[in-house]
């Protein structure tokens, strides 16, 4: 939950790296929680608290996959691949899940040798 929590505290970040540990973590909980707010509104017969709770996490997620694209030495504007179908939302996996850069590059310090993600 410290993952989630920290992805929220850098809510409008863009610039820095972010590790996988923490890209991932963010996606899981963000998941798990959408998917419980989910049964809420569906319950209760809401009908918007998934759709406000979506629009909140549109920004933090964009700005913690820029940071990931920049841990592995990616401009953040790799993010638009995703609009290719299909191959820009495999291409864009892939670049979640590769290592990133094990020194520091351009977009800043390693963060797992300085322990800038949490």
Known sequence: MDWYLAVLRKYATFDGRA?????????LFNMLI???ITLVDVFARLGFLGVLYSLAMIIPTLAVTVRRLHDTGRSGWWVFINLIPVVGAIVLFIFMVIEGDPHDNEYGPDPEVYGASL
């Open 34 to 36: 959408g998917f419980a």
């Open 19 to 27: 590790r996988r540990m923490e890209y991932w973590m963010f996606v």
